[in-house]
């Protein structure tokens, strides 16, 4: 079992950055590959970013390529994203999402592939 909390959402003008944290409770954090997701009003939940146990192997959205990076932290069993260049087109509930199966590229980017959820975060972009 793990549990997900995420912080650091807010509301920044667009062209700002915020860094999105996601703590997970569990010795086994390690083992998962993790996710970001974001779910805008009247839309559905879309795939952000994703990165392997170690963070050696990454995926992102090409809505957010070269301006977002996912990194993580084993030692203190948290997962970033760090947002640059922020467009009102982010704004958004973000949420992360832990997965026990391997990091198998584009499969990473389906929310079926998560069984844990964290409760999201809100960012707002405004123009």
């Known amino acids: 079992q793990v549990q997900l909390v995420e912080s650091g959402g807010g509301l920044v003008q667009a062209g700002g950055s915020l860094r999105l944290s996601c703590a997970a409770s569990?010795?086994?954090?390690?083992?998962?590959?993790m996710g970001w997701f974001r779910q805008a009003p009247g839309k559905e939940r879309e795939f952000v970013a994703a990165?392997?146990?170690?963070?050696?192997?990454?995926y992102y959205a090409d809505s957010v390529k070269g301006r977002f990076t996912i990194s993580r932290d084993n030692a203190k069993n948290t997962v970033y994203l760090q947002m640059n260049s922020l467009k009102p087109e982010d704004t958004a509930v973000y949420y992360c999402?832990?997965?026990?199966?391997?990091?198998?590229?584009?499969?990473?980017?389906?929310?079926?592939?998560?069984?844990?959820w964290g409760q999201g975060t809100q960012v707002t972009v405004s123009s």
């Open positions: 999402a832990a997965t026990p199966l391997p990091f198998t590229g584009v499969a990473v980017t389906t929310t079926q592939r998560y069984d844990y």
């Open positions: 569990g010795r086994t954090f390690s083992s998962y590959a």
């Open positions: 990165c392997n146990w170690s963070g050696s192997n990454t």
